[in-house]
């Protein structure tokens, strides 16, 4: 089975301190993503990466930043974190290319106080 | 970028009920995906749909793309307990590198 994993389940951070998230997937996937949950909203992309060093903007992108040194792992980066970044952070992963399936991480509840 | 519009946002089912969501667009999409998403976990992929017209069933749930492109719905027979969650929609478009928009989401809930 496809593991994606995200490293911190809950994060309490204060405004203007630097934040990561990690996320590391175990099946060699090409493709890694970032999105934002807030309810009613569904899931909003905030950057994708279809290769290593590669990063694509999504369409929340403000406020965000990525890495992609290995394949497997993909890190978003809230340089200055702000309270309306308080949010659930979903990071998924697929091999590549159309129809392929996505796959999810458990999610990192971030709250910026 | 495009919108999906889900509905209903929430709903309470009883043990048997048959219960159906929605999901439409202002532009067409190539293909469109229904997920589950259970507390304290992320979505997972329920059913994928490739062609406009088409039907398809995972167990008790049946899913449809729509003639236009533009909609989708979900249908959950005889629903239990376990079916609460959160379900979303998603479209995806090959001229927009394959990416996915998401629905915002219909919070399936448990009558008390």
């Known amino acids: 089975d496809v593991k994606v994993t995200q490293s911190s389940r809950y994060l309490v951070k204060r405004t203007g301190e630097k934040v990561f998230l990690e996320c590391v997937q175990d099946?060699?996937?090409?493709?890694m993503f970032w999105y934002r949950q807030d309810p009613g909203l569904g899931l909003r992309l905030i950057y994708f990466s279809y290769d290593v060093k590669m990063k694509e903007k999504g369409d929340i992108p403000e406020g965000y930043s990525v890495s992609r040194e290995k394949k497997e792992r993909f890190s978003l980066i809230l340089e200055s974190a702000s309270t309306n970044q308080t949010s659930m952070y979903l990071c998924?992963?697929?091999?590549?290319?159309?129809?392929?399936?996505?796959?999810f991480g458990s999610g990192t509840q971030l709250s910026v106080l | 970028g495009q919108q999906l519009n889900q509905s209903p946002q929430s709903m309470f089912i009883q043990e048997g009920e048959d219960v159906s969501m929605n999901c439409t667009s202002s532009s067409i999409f190539n293909t469109w995906l229904w997920y589950k998403q259970e507390p304290g976990e992320g979505p997972v992929l329920l059913i994928a749909?490739?062609?406009?017209?088409e039907l398809t069933s995972n167990g008790r749930l049946t899913a449809q793309f729509g003639i236009t492109r533009k909609d989708s719905f979900l249908n959950i027979s005889a629903s239990i307990p376990s079916d609460v969650g959160i379900y979303f929609c998603a479209g995806q478009l090959k001229a927009a590198g394959n990416k996915l928009t998401f629905g915002g989401g219909t919070r399936v809930l448990v009558k008390p």
């Open positions: 998924a992963s697929r091999l590549g290319g159309a129809g392929e399936k996505l796959f």
């Open positions: 099946m060699d996937h090409e493709n």
């Open positions: 749909l490739y062609k406009a017209g």
